[in-house]
């Protein structure tokens, strides 16, 4: 840091695209709050400005977005209720439009020709497009910088942030800091050591020669110790689990053959493990949506909106997630889904849109009469929205053998493809669009602690934001498709809901309650990514600073017994983004975004047109950052 009169001096800790998207940020609004001054960013990372980490180029070209590149952008738009000013670009498919006709002069790797050639808006284009995506929307941003405002970038990884008024950042192998006015750490997933149950299978695996894979980011660990013909327990049944399948599979010269009417059959290399894969709920992510939305255009929020948070806070006491918050968010899942049944398949009810709406708009949610009335409305179950049941689709059902559970298992898993790839179920998608619009909302709630405690941090943190990745976040449709062909192949073979796992005579016991029997293995993975937890954080940088007592974990108070319950994530000011110290002060200088922050964001990049809350956020950190250098 210098004089007044040189350049403001900020460190972005983490050059992913919640970086770049506030680098994006802070150059949209320096006209309005620069000033004569000046900024210098420090883009501080060892992985590729823009692709960062996780959408890198150096990955497996297998592995896959499950986003369509329609549904991707990394730009605001008029729909984003910011502070600062509109600057708007392409998304991931008009980019690749773009490059396609030579507007944009993108140097593209030779090995994405064909699939930049063959991509259209409803392809589920590979991680490393999307990382050249990044990489040219990094450069477009530097590009467009003001006059001003300066960028440097450094390859290495920060090690530690020190100092009271100007903040040193150490940058590993360098002995001296950079000295800085404001540090912003773009956190993403949390790597974290193992937690006590978790060790105790890693201890067990070791006095046993077995092999135990902890929670992890999949396409950072090495499974290449895991033996072909091995027999291996998987727990997880999300994305995690569909990138394992594949990188086991076809990543060790497995191939798939493409059958007539769209199936597949998987040809073994005889370098598989045979995988058995279970879950709490049992079953796969929901698949894709393949279409688009046929009906009138919907209007969200409408039943979880400012107004309907409001009355929830005005009423005395904590609030209850499942008894006073989920009525009105699925209410408004539920307003969604049928609007577009509504509209868009008007020949499948027998109300007109209009009377079912106001008759809609004055009956609470998960009532007699609100059963009533989609009865008399919907004539078939099938078009019915049934949020339990979409939740849990094994609950209470039991099989007396693993094939008949599996040959169960292959018809859901059949039935979830076609309902996803058939328009005649569009609502579908309405339901999906609710689901954002309440993920955006939501945090507007979390901000003012009025939740119960515990009820935050099951009911929020555990179930919704899971049944959120399970109905919204699911793998595209080939991914499931796959998944039935190394089933069929023997590759792979399905445990059931709720999976447990045993330790007995030396080796790891599967089991699970939807039918009898167990299955011994010598190797258990974990399918999925670490729980947010500052305590067990692995990163060198926030554990130094959490030692310092310059990082603290957030805690939810509980209104009633006084007590504070650790909730894992990095404690920020959800209004400003302001880094919470271990003393529960707000620091002046420090700040943090990401999805495991007391702000709950969702990640970087997100569909367009959707007011979408990491784009609100980055904008909101940007102008607070901009402030203090005036």
Known sequence: MASADSPFELAIVGAGPRGICVLERLSANAAELLGERGLRVHLIDPFPPGPGRVW???????????????????????????????????????????????????????????????????SFPTRRLQSAYLDWVYRYVLAGLPAGIEVVEHRARAVDVSGDGPQDVWLEGDPRPLRVDAVLLTVGHLDAVPDERE??????????????????YTADVDYSAVRPGETVLVRGFGLAFVDLMLLLTEG??????????GALRYHPSGAEPVLHVGSRRGVPYHAKTGYRLRGKPLQLPRFFDSYAIKKLL???????????????????????????????????????????ADAFADIPWDTEEMRTLIDRAVPSEVDKLDLRRLDRPLAGERFESAEVFGKHLREYIEGDLARRADVEFSADLGAFMALLSVVGQFPSLVATGRLDARSQLSDVDGWWFGFFSYFA????????????????????????EEMRVATEDGCFVGSSASYPGTVEAS??????????????????????????????????????????????????????????DGAGNPHRSRFAVGPHTSARSPGAFTRPRTNALPFRQNDAVAREILGLSS
């Open 199 to 216: 060790n105790e299978l890693v201890r067990f695996a070791a006095e046993h020669d077995l092999a135990y894979y902890p929670a992890g």
């Open 56 to 122: 890198r180029y150096d990955q497996s070209p297998l592995l896959r977005m499950n986003s369509m590149p329609e549904d991707v952008t990394m730009f605001t738009d008029e729909t984003v209720k910011m502070a600062g000013p509109v600057w708007p670009g392409p998304s991931l498919s008009e980019w690749a439009a773009r490059v396609r006709d030579g507007k944009l002069d993108v140097d593209v790797a030779a090995d994405l020709h064909d699939e930049l050639n063959s991509l259209d808006s409803t």
């Open 252 to 261: 060790r010269g497995g191939r798939f053959e493409e059958l007539s009417g």
């Open 473 to 496: 976040s699911g793998p595209p449709p080939r991914r499931l498709q796959e998944l039935l062909a190394l089933q069929e192949a023997g590759v792979v073979s399905f445990l059931g």
């Open 523 to 580: 190797t258990l993975i974990e399918a999925r990514l670490p729980e947010p937890s500052v305590r067990r954080v692995s990163d060198e940088l926030l554990r130094a600073m959490r030692d310092a007592g310059a990082l603290a974990e957030e805690t939810v108070a509980d209104l009633v017994s006084g007590a504070k319950l650790p909730s894992g994530r990095i404690h920020t000011r959800v209004a400003d983004s302001r880094l919470v």
């Open 314 to 356: 005005d009423q005395p006491g904590q609030l209850n997630f499942y008894d006073d918050v989920w009525p009105h968010m699925a209410k408004e899942i539920a307003w969604g889904y049928y609007t577009e049944l509504f509209t868009g398949h008007p020949e499948r009810v027998r109300l007109d849109f209009a009377v079912f």
